[in-house]
């Protein structure tokens, strides 16, 4: 067996001690004698994964009890849907457009209603978060929408934006359980699971309970209410089942490297090697402005694509995977998730300094 150094954007690298647990137990879990995806979802067995995935995850952010946590399927593209179907009793929200996540969200979101975009960075290509400390919230605005970590940008809010008083929604596809979160200030915190916790085709939601529509939504699908699945505890119906199995491992797997203080403290570490390279680089460059860095997602450029080509090639023969920046925006970009050993970064830059040398 041999893995490489996988620098995917989303689906990204795993803990290598949740993937081997999940082997071991692939066939036989816990002497059920079957697996986890042969499992009934409504059996005691998958009950108990869904309730400790639950539990683990509440711990491990401090989510309050008036917080309901929703395991959701449809990808992160479906929530630019759901936020604005179901948060919107009013029929306005306002958005800040900070990339193409949070844009796409804007524009679903104006299917539905009244919405805004209050604040963008694409004057300049979202290198940047705009000031957020005194923008136009309008006083009819149901929420103030943001996309938290920007994957393909690499840009990540160091201060939440002033709603004036107005509920944050937040995409936090990316930074999801990367650092500590103050789940109050926010209505509802949501994020695609693919990046920081486990497969494709899981969302998890943290909802306040007194901002799900009580009722029943007219001309709204049953699937696309989140009172249908609050109201279900995620079972109204078959959920992504091995999925949320393996999102518990991951929150099981955080806990006891410390929780997410201590996750901070070593993905800022990471990221320093990365950016401190970068800093002092002759050929490479990082893209985004340094008060508004990404731990996760880094985005760098030689400011010659035929050389970008060449880099992203001989790295990926030296076995360092997926470092093309997203087909978008062209350049590398290294995602650099929680389970991406610092190892794994000190290798890339000895490799990018080893290139650079023979590049200069
Ligand atoms: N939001 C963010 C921040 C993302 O990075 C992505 C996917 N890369 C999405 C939403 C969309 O997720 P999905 O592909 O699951 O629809």
Not at 100 to 128: L, R
Not at 287 to 297: A, H, W
Request: with cysteine; proline share 4%.
């Amino acid at each position: 067996m041999s893995r490489v150094y996988n620098f995917s954007a989303g689906p990204a690298v795993l803990p290598e001690e949740v993937l081997k647990e999940a082997a071991e137990e692939m066939l036989d879990y816990r002497g059920c004698g079957m697996s986890v995806m042969e499992m009934s979802h409504r059996s005691k067995m998958f009950s108990d994964i869904l309730e400790s995935a639950e539990a683990d995850l509440r711990d491990l952010m401090g989510i309050p009890d008036n917080y309901k946590v929703l395991f959701l399927q449809g990808g992160g593209s479906l929530q630019f849907a759901m936020v604005p179907l179901n948060l919107m009793p009013h029929g306005a929200a306002d958005y800040i457009v900070t990339g193409q996540w949070a844009k796409k969200a804007f524009k679903e979101a104006q299917k539905f209603g009244d919405v805004k975009a209050i604040a963008s960075s694409e004057d300049k290509t979202f290198s940047y978060i705009p000031d957020c400390s005194d923008l136009p919230v309008r006083e009819n605005a149901d929420y103030v929408y943001i996309c938290e970590n920007n994957t393909i940008y690499g840009t990540k809010y160091k201060k939440l934006p002033n709603t004036k008083g107005k509920i944050l929604v937040a995409d936090q596809s990316s930074c999801f359980l990367s650092e500590p979160v103050d789940v109050e200030k926010y209505g509802m915190i949501w994020g695609g699971v693919q990046k920081n916790v486990g497969p494709a085709g899981l969302v998890v939601a943290i909802i306040r309970e007194d901002l799900i529509p009580k009722e029943e939504l007219p001309g709204v699908p049953t699937m696309l209410q989140y009172k249908t699945q609050a109201d279900a505890g995620s079972l109204y119906n078959t959920p992504n089942c091995y999925g949320i199995y393996i999102c518990g491992k991951v929150f099981q797997w955080l806990k006891k490297q410390g929780g997410l203080s201590a996750m901070k403290e070593r993905n800022e570490k990471k990221a320093a090697v990365l950016y401190d390279y970068l800093d002092q680089s002759k050929l490479f460059k990082g893209t985004v402005v340094k008060e508004d860095r990404s731990l996760m997602n880094v985005p760098f450029v030689t400011g010659d694509k035929d050389l970008d080509a060449e880099f992203v090639k001989a790295a990926k023969e030296a076995g360092f995977e997926n470092l093309k920046g997203h087909r978008t925006v062209g350049g590398m970009r290294a995602s650099i998730y929680n389970a991406m050993p610092k190892e794994g970064i000190q290798a890339l830059v000895e490799f990018m300094t080893d290139f650079e040398k023979k590049h200069l």
